[in-house]
Protein backbone atom coordinates (compact mmCIF):
# COMPACT_ATOMS: atom_id res chain seq x y z
CA UNK A 1 0.00 0.00 0.00
CA UNK A 2 1.27 3.23 -1.23
CA UNK A 3 1.95 6.06 1.96
CA UNK A 4 0.48 9.56 1.43
CA UNK A 5 2.92 11.71 0.99
CA UNK A 6 2.85 15.03 3.37
CA UNK A 7 2.30 18.22 2.44
CA UNK A 8 2.12 21.63 3.33
CA UNK A 9 1.13 22.96 -0.32
CA UNK A 10 -1.99 25.46 -0.11
CA UNK A 11 -4.44 25.84 -3.15
CA UNK A 12 -4.61 29.41 -4.12
CA UNK A 13 -8.24 29.93 -3.11
CA UNK A 14 -8.03 33.30 -5.06
CA UNK A 15 -7.57 32.05 -8.25
CA UNK A 16 -11.01 30.25 -8.24
CA UNK A 17 -14.07 31.70 -9.97
CA UNK A 18 -17.35 32.54 -7.85
CA UNK A 19 -20.06 34.48 -7.88
CA UNK A 20 -18.86 37.31 -6.13
CA UNK A 21 -16.02 37.70 -7.99
CA UNK A 22 -17.73 37.32 -11.31
CA UNK A 23 -21.54 38.06 -11.51
CA UNK A 24 -21.56 36.06 -14.23
CA UNK A 25 -20.14 32.18 -14.91
CA UNK A 26 -19.14 31.37 -18.05
CA UNK A 27 -19.49 27.49 -19.09
CA UNK A 28 -16.08 27.04 -19.08
CA UNK A 29 -16.07 28.13 -15.97
CA UNK A 30 -17.99 26.50 -14.18
CA UNK A 31 -16.78 23.09 -15.31
CA UNK A 32 -13.59 24.40 -13.27
CA UNK A 33 -15.35 24.86 -10.29
CA UNK A 34 -15.59 20.51 -9.48
CA UNK A 35 -12.04 19.84 -10.73
CA UNK A 36 -11.00 22.91 -8.14
CA UNK A 37 -12.88 21.82 -5.77
CA UNK A 38 -11.62 18.17 -6.15
CA UNK A 39 -7.81 19.20 -6.12
CA UNK A 40 -8.85 21.52 -2.62
CA UNK A 41 -9.99 18.42 -1.11
CA UNK A 42 -6.99 16.22 -2.49
CA UNK A 43 -4.53 18.53 -1.26
CA UNK A 44 -6.47 18.50 2.74
CA UNK A 45 -5.48 14.90 2.46
CA UNK A 46 -2.08 14.86 1.47
CA UNK A 47 -1.36 17.34 4.28
CA UNK A 48 -2.62 15.03 7.19
CA UNK A 49 -0.01 13.09 8.96
CA UNK A 50 1.18 9.53 6.61
CA UNK A 51 -2.15 7.89 7.85
CA UNK A 52 -4.90 6.26 5.62
CA UNK A 53 -7.63 6.25 8.52
CA UNK A 54 -11.18 4.06 8.26
CA UNK A 55 -12.53 7.14 6.27
CA UNK A 56 -10.24 6.91 3.48
CA UNK A 57 -10.01 3.32 3.91
CA UNK A 58 -14.15 2.40 3.49
CA UNK A 59 -14.93 5.84 1.34
CA UNK A 60 -13.72 7.05 -2.24
CA UNK A 61 -12.51 10.21 -3.09
CA UNK A 62 -15.40 10.92 -5.44
CA UNK A 63 -17.92 10.28 -2.11
CA UNK A 64 -15.59 12.81 0.09
CA UNK A 65 -16.05 15.20 -2.98
CA UNK A 66 -19.84 14.79 -3.36
CA UNK A 67 -20.32 15.31 0.02
CA UNK A 68 -18.60 18.59 0.29
CA UNK A 69 -19.90 19.71 -2.91
CA UNK A 70 -23.41 19.06 -1.89
CA UNK A 71 -22.90 20.91 1.75
CA UNK A 72 -20.19 24.39 0.16
CA UNK A 73 -23.49 24.32 -2.43
CA UNK A 74 -20.30 24.46 -4.98
CA UNK A 75 -18.62 27.17 -3.76
CA UNK A 76 -15.21 26.32 -4.14
CA UNK A 77 -13.62 28.72 -1.64
CA UNK A 78 -15.15 26.66 1.31
CA UNK A 79 -13.89 23.29 -0.28
CA UNK A 80 -10.81 22.77 1.82
CA UNK A 81 -12.82 23.84 4.95
CA UNK A 82 -15.33 21.47 4.26
CA UNK A 83 -12.39 18.81 3.97
CA UNK A 84 -10.80 19.89 6.62
CA UNK A 85 -13.94 19.98 9.11
CA UNK A 86 -14.50 16.22 7.54
CA UNK A 87 -10.86 14.46 7.98
CA UNK A 88 -10.75 16.12 11.68
CA UNK A 89 -14.13 14.69 12.55
CA UNK A 90 -13.06 11.39 11.67
CA UNK A 91 -9.42 11.59 13.22
CA UNK A 92 -10.35 9.17 16.23
CA UNK A 93 -10.52 6.29 13.93
CA UNK A 94 -7.10 6.99 12.07
CA UNK A 95 -5.77 3.99 14.13
CA UNK A 96 -8.79 1.84 14.22
CA UNK A 97 -8.44 -1.84 14.28
CA UNK A 98 -11.28 -4.29 13.52
CA UNK A 99 -11.81 -8.34 13.09
CA UNK A 100 -10.55 -8.66 9.25
CA UNK A 101 -13.68 -10.66 8.39
CA UNK A 102 -15.70 -7.86 9.78
CA UNK A 103 -14.72 -5.32 6.81
CA UNK A 104 -17.68 -5.88 4.70
CA UNK A 105 -19.63 -4.96 7.62
CA UNK A 106 -17.62 -1.42 8.32
CA UNK A 107 -17.64 -0.17 4.24
CA UNK A 108 -21.42 -0.91 4.57
CA UNK A 109 -21.85 1.53 7.39
CA UNK A 110 -19.73 4.13 5.66
CA UNK A 111 -21.55 3.61 2.66
CA UNK A 112 -24.60 4.63 4.90
CA UNK A 113 -23.07 7.60 6.86
CA UNK A 114 -22.36 8.90 3.48
CA UNK A 115 -25.97 8.64 1.95
CA UNK A 116 -26.72 10.25 5.05
CA UNK A 117 -24.59 13.17 4.83
CA UNK A 118 -25.94 13.77 1.45
CA UNK A 119 -29.74 13.62 2.38
CA UNK A 120 -28.37 16.09 5.51
CA UNK A 121 -26.75 18.31 2.86
CA UNK A 122 -29.59 18.55 1.05
CA UNK A 123 -31.71 19.40 4.18
CA UNK A 124 -29.39 22.79 4.75
CA UNK A 125 -27.80 21.23 7.96
CA UNK A 126 -24.06 22.48 8.67
CA UNK A 127 -21.47 20.04 7.99
CA UNK A 128 -19.87 21.54 11.11
CA UNK A 129 -22.99 19.12 13.05
CA UNK A 130 -23.01 16.43 10.77
CA UNK A 131 -19.62 15.36 10.14
CA UNK A 132 -19.05 14.56 14.57
CA UNK A 133 -22.59 13.05 14.63
CA UNK A 134 -21.35 10.67 11.26
CA UNK A 135 -18.21 9.68 13.06
CA UNK A 136 -19.93 9.24 16.24
CA UNK A 137 -22.53 6.79 14.32
CA UNK A 138 -19.35 5.07 13.04
CA UNK A 139 -17.42 4.13 16.46
CA UNK A 140 -20.81 2.85 17.69
CA UNK A 141 -20.37 0.51 14.86
CA UNK A 142 -16.89 -0.39 15.44
CA UNK A 143 -17.98 -1.27 19.08
CA UNK A 144 -20.40 -3.88 18.01
CA UNK A 145 -18.15 -5.66 15.31
CA UNK A 146 -16.99 -9.28 16.07
CA UNK A 147 -13.16 -9.77 17.84
CA UNK A 148 -10.68 -11.79 16.24
CA UNK A 149 -9.74 -14.17 18.21
CA UNK A 150 -5.50 -13.46 19.58
CA UNK A 151 -2.73 -15.19 18.01
CA UNK A 152 -2.03 -18.38 19.49
CA UNK A 153 1.87 -19.23 19.82
CA UNK A 154 4.28 -20.85 18.65
CA UNK A 155 2.81 -21.26 14.96
CA UNK A 156 0.69 -21.39 12.21
CA UNK A 157 -1.33 -19.60 9.59
CA UNK A 158 -4.02 -18.11 11.80
CA UNK A 159 -6.49 -16.73 9.55
CA UNK A 160 -9.36 -16.18 11.98
CA UNK A 161 -6.81 -14.01 13.80
CA UNK A 162 -6.37 -11.48 11.14
CA UNK A 163 -7.04 -8.01 11.89
CA UNK A 164 -7.63 -4.74 9.39
CA UNK A 165 -5.89 -1.53 10.36
CA UNK A 166 -7.31 1.48 9.47
CA UNK A 167 -4.04 3.31 9.48
CA UNK A 168 -2.45 1.93 6.46
CA UNK A 169 -5.84 -0.21 5.11
CA UNK A 170 -4.03 -2.97 5.18
CA UNK A 171 -4.87 -7.03 6.64
CA UNK A 172 -2.22 -7.87 9.42
CA UNK A 173 -1.83 -11.75 10.45
CA UNK A 174 0.45 -12.76 13.35
CA UNK A 175 4.30 -13.26 12.96
CA UNK A 176 4.57 -16.66 13.88
CA UNK A 177 5.81 -19.15 11.11
CA UNK A 178 3.82 -21.77 9.43
CA UNK A 179 6.15 -24.96 10.97
CA UNK A 180 5.59 -25.71 14.68
CA UNK A 181 8.92 -26.70 16.94
CA UNK A 182 9.56 -30.33 16.59
CA UNK A 183 7.52 -32.87 19.85
CA UNK A 184 10.18 -35.76 21.06
CA UNK A 185 8.31 -38.77 21.73
CA UNK A 186 9.91 -41.52 24.03
CA UNK A 187 8.20 -44.94 23.03
CA UNK A 188 9.75 -48.14 24.04
CA UNK A 189 9.94 -50.97 21.21
CA UNK A 190 7.06 -52.63 21.42
CA UNK A 191 5.31 -50.14 22.73
CA UNK A 192 2.44 -47.87 20.79
CA UNK A 193 2.75 -44.03 19.65
CA UNK A 194 0.40 -41.89 18.62
CA UNK A 195 0.18 -38.40 16.88
CA UNK A 196 -2.38 -35.85 16.84
CA UNK A 197 -2.59 -33.28 13.57
CA UNK A 198 -4.05 -30.46 15.41
CA UNK A 199 -3.51 -26.86 16.75
CA UNK A 200 -4.63 -24.72 19.61
CA UNK A 201 -6.01 -22.03 17.44
CA UNK A 202 -9.14 -21.38 15.45
CA UNK A 203 -9.56 -23.14 12.58
CA UNK A 204 -12.15 -23.99 9.85
CA UNK A 205 -14.08 -26.90 9.89
CA UNK A 206 -13.45 -28.30 6.91
CA UNK A 207 -9.53 -30.08 7.08
CA UNK A 208 -7.59 -32.04 5.43
CA UNK A 209 -4.31 -34.01 6.31
CA UNK A 210 -0.78 -34.84 5.13
CA UNK A 211 1.54 -36.88 7.03
CA UNK A 212 5.61 -37.19 6.17
CA UNK A 213 8.22 -39.49 7.72
CA UNK A 214 12.03 -38.86 7.78
CA UNK A 215 13.32 -42.05 8.83
CA UNK A 216 16.10 -42.00 11.15
CA UNK A 217 16.44 -39.00 12.10
CA UNK A 218 15.13 -35.69 13.90
CA UNK A 219 14.56 -33.15 11.57
CA UNK A 220 12.21 -30.10 9.60
CA UNK A 221 14.45 -30.32 6.35
CA UNK A 222 11.77 -31.69 3.89
CA UNK A 223 13.90 -32.90 1.68
CA UNK A 224 14.72 -36.35 3.95
CA UNK A 225 10.58 -36.70 4.15
CA UNK A 226 8.53 -39.44 2.08
CA UNK A 227 4.71 -39.10 2.07
CA UNK A 228 2.72 -41.74 4.11
CA UNK A 229 -0.45 -41.93 1.65
CA UNK A 230 -2.50 -44.11 4.17
CA UNK A 231 -2.20 -41.86 7.11
CA UNK A 232 -4.94 -38.95 6.21
CA UNK A 233 -6.70 -38.18 9.33
CA UNK A 234 -5.91 -35.83 11.98
CA UNK A 235 -4.58 -38.97 14.44
CA UNK A 236 -2.01 -41.49 13.59
CA UNK A 237 -0.73 -44.33 15.46
CA UNK A 238 1.96 -47.10 15.53
CA UNK A 239 1.72 -50.37 17.21
CA UNK A 240 3.47 -52.12 17.91
CA UNK A 241 6.69 -49.63 17.60
CA UNK A 242 9.76 -51.26 15.95
CA UNK A 243 13.34 -49.91 15.52
CA UNK A 244 12.59 -48.83 11.40
CA UNK A 245 9.65 -46.24 13.17
CA UNK A 246 12.43 -43.79 14.47
CA UNK A 247 12.61 -40.96 12.96
CA UNK A 248 10.27 -37.62 12.56
CA UNK A 249 6.74 -37.89 11.50
CA UNK A 250 5.51 -34.53 10.31
CA UNK A 251 1.68 -33.61 9.44
CA UNK A 252 0.69 -30.65 7.21
CA UNK A 253 -2.42 -29.35 8.49
CA UNK A 254 -4.67 -27.58 6.07
CA UNK A 255 -7.94 -25.89 4.53
CA UNK A 256 -8.68 -25.31 0.79
CA UNK A 257 -5.51 -25.69 -0.51
CA UNK A 258 -4.32 -23.18 2.31
CA UNK A 259 -1.38 -24.86 4.78
CA UNK A 260 -2.01 -23.71 8.10
CA UNK A 261 0.53 -25.17 10.11
CA UNK A 262 2.87 -27.83 9.82
CA UNK A 263 4.35 -30.36 12.70
CA UNK A 264 6.90 -32.87 13.75
CA UNK A 265 7.02 -35.46 15.91
CA UNK A 266 9.94 -37.25 16.16
CA UNK A 267 9.65 -40.88 18.02
CA UNK A 268 12.82 -42.27 19.46
CA UNK A 269 12.54 -46.10 20.35
CA UNK A 270 14.23 -47.77 22.89
CA UNK A 271 15.33 -50.91 24.83
CA UNK A 272 13.25 -53.93 24.61
CA UNK A 273 9.82 -55.04 24.12
CA UNK A 274 7.72 -53.85 27.13
CA UNK A 275 4.25 -52.95 27.51
CA UNK A 276 4.02 -49.55 29.02
CA UNK A 277 2.06 -46.31 28.29
CA UNK A 278 3.83 -43.82 25.51
CA UNK A 279 5.21 -41.12 27.41
CA UNK A 280 5.46 -37.54 25.53
CA UNK A 281 8.34 -35.25 26.05
CA UNK A 282 7.27 -31.50 25.52
Known sequence: MTSQRSSSTAFPLSSLPTQAMAPAVSPQASQMVPLALGLALRLVVMSLPVSWGCLLCFTSEADRQRVCRLFTSWKSRQASQCGAQLMEAFQGLTHTQINYAERTRLHDAFTQTIFTLEEKAAAKESYKVAFPAAARSIEEVVKELSKAPACVPPCGFQEMARLFFCNSCAAHDCDLPLECPIRDLLVPVGGQAAFSCSVSFSTPSELTYTWLFAGNIRTKDLS???????????????????????????????????????????????????????????
Open 224 to 282: YFRVMPRAQDEFARIRPVRPPHRGTFSCLLSSDEQPLARLFFFLNGCCTAIRKKALFIP
